[in-house]
């Protein structure tokens, strides 16, 4: 055992350090990256560029949400309805229509009077923020 030690001992001590890494190759753009680029550096139109969002809140007469409400959305001067949906469990909705135009949303429910109300989508503007407090139909309380 003494002589494995100063075997090893004569010999001087060689720290190890470890190579240092080649630097990683610049890798090109990814594909995502630059497909979703126009030659002029600018996104390409999506298929919801000429769209308006009409986004609406329904509550009850006491101030609680219209879980269910329909709404209904036509071109203002036309009878039919282009557009329709129902108000989601918070009483919200969301649907979309061409911009440039102005619309007539109607939303009625169960024992309510229909409630309507004009968006304009003309302007530079994309999204509409409505919100509509239904009254009860006659004099019944609910």
Same mark, same amino acid.
């Given at each position: 055992?003494?002589?494995? /030690? ?34 002029? &550096?600018? *996104?390409? !139109? ?10 609406? @809140? /329904?509550? @009850? ?13 036509? *071109? ?9 949906? !129902?108000?989601?469990?918070? &009483?919200?909705?969301?649907?979309? /229509?061409?911009?440039? $135009? *102005?619309?007539? %949303? %109607? %939303? !009625? ?9 004009? /968006?304009? $989508? @003309? =302007? ?6 409505? %919100? ?5 139909? =006659?004099? *019944?309380?609910?």
């Amino acid at each position: 055992m003494a002589s494995l /030690v100063l075997l090893l001992s004569g010999f001087p001590a060689q720290a190890q350090s470890p190579e240092p890494s080649p630097p990683a190759p610049e890798k090109p753009a990814s594909t995502a990256e630059s497909s979703n680029k126009n030659k002029n &550096g600018t *996104k390409p !139109s999506s298929k919801h560029a000429h769209d308006f969002l009409i986004k609406g @809140t /329904v509550f @009850t007469q006491d101030g609680l949400s219209f879980s269910g409400a329909r709404i209904q959305i036509r *071109k203002e001067g036309e009878k039919k309805f282009r557009w329709q949906d !129902s108000a989601n469990s918070r &009483g919200e909705f969301a649907i979309r /229509v061409i911009r440039g $135009a *102005k619309y007539e %949303v %109607v %939303v !009625s429910g169960k024992g309510c009077k229909d409630q309507q109300k004009t /968006v304009d $989508a @003309t =302007g530079s503007d994309r999204v509409e923020e409505i %919100v509509l407090h239904m009254e009860r139909e =006659g004099n *019944k309380p609910s």
